[in-house]
């Protein structure tokens, strides 16, 4: 077997280990927590093969990238989100595609979703991103327009909310990281219970490749690892 495919395999297995030991300590059991391959710039044959060591949920950062690799990946029982960012007029692109977009960041977006799934009879599960550190340079709601937007989209009636997201900022130690977390958590479970129609809380999307293990302590249900499994990134 070729040697990136064990390595694959390995990482998977101690990658897994590691969420169990965090929910674990986080006062969870292992199944509260969802593991996601991110596979951007990774080619199919390394997909699938993370596929068959047990992967189930697969994260994709763009449109272009994800239409033009699945007819190769073996996504039968396979969950499919779309997490990087998403301009309005690939909507239609995609919509049918991925079983649930997380990177909604504004109401023009959600307005543009609305439109495609209603033309396709269908309820589109999203995630709000939310720009938790006031970054200029990622995409993701403005923490103070979130209520406003948040309600705005939640009238929509061909979208369901389904939780949150975010990318924290890069942080000089964890204490630094667990204050967005934290924050993230707080907002997380302040609109849950509000018990709004539209909207069901399920999901708290953060943690990656080198924070999963603190995002879990902090209240994260679904980590997002992408380098940690297939080593870093080849940009063609």
């Keep these: 077997m070729e040697q990136k495919l064990i390595d694959i395999q390995e990482n998977i297995k101690f990658i897994r280990n590691r969420i169990n030991e965090a929910a674990v300590k986080s006062g969870r059991s292992e199944s509260d927590v969802r ?9 199919p044959v390394y997909i699938n093969h993370a596929i068959e060591c047990g992967i189930d949920l697969i994260g994709e950062n763009k449109v272009q990238e994800f239409l033009s690799k699945k007819d190769e990946l073996r996504l039968e029982k396979v969950e499919k989100h779309l997490i990087g960012h998403l301009q309005s007029n690939k909507v239609r692109k995609i ?11 504004s109401v023009s977006l959600a307005k ?15 995630l ?33 909310i389904k939780g949150l997201m975010t990318i924290p900022p890069i942080c000089e130690n964890n204490a ?19 018990k709004l129609d539209n909207v069901s809380m399920d999901i708290l999307s953060m943690g990656m490749s080198g924070d999963y293990e603190e995002a879990i302590l902090c209240g994260s249900n679904l980590v997002r690892v992408g380098s940690a499994i297939f080593g870093p990134r080849i940009y063609k």
């Design 35 to 43: 593991f996601m391959a991110v596979t951007k710039t990774v080619d």
């Design 128 to 160: 709000l991103e939310i720009n938790v550190g006031d970054e200029e340079s990622k995409t993701g709601m403005d923490k103070s327009q979130f209520y406003e937007i948040f309600s705005e989209i939640a009238e929509m009636k061909h979208i369901a």
């Design 112 to 126: 543009e979703i609305e439109r495609q799934a209603e033309k396709n009879n269908m309820t589109a599960d999203i």
């Design 176 to 194: 630094e990281l667990r204050k967005f977390f934290d924050e993230m958590y707080n907002l997380f479970i302040d609109i849950k219970t509000k």
């Design 95 to 105: 919509i049918t595609e991925v079983d649930l977009i997380q990177s909604v960041d």
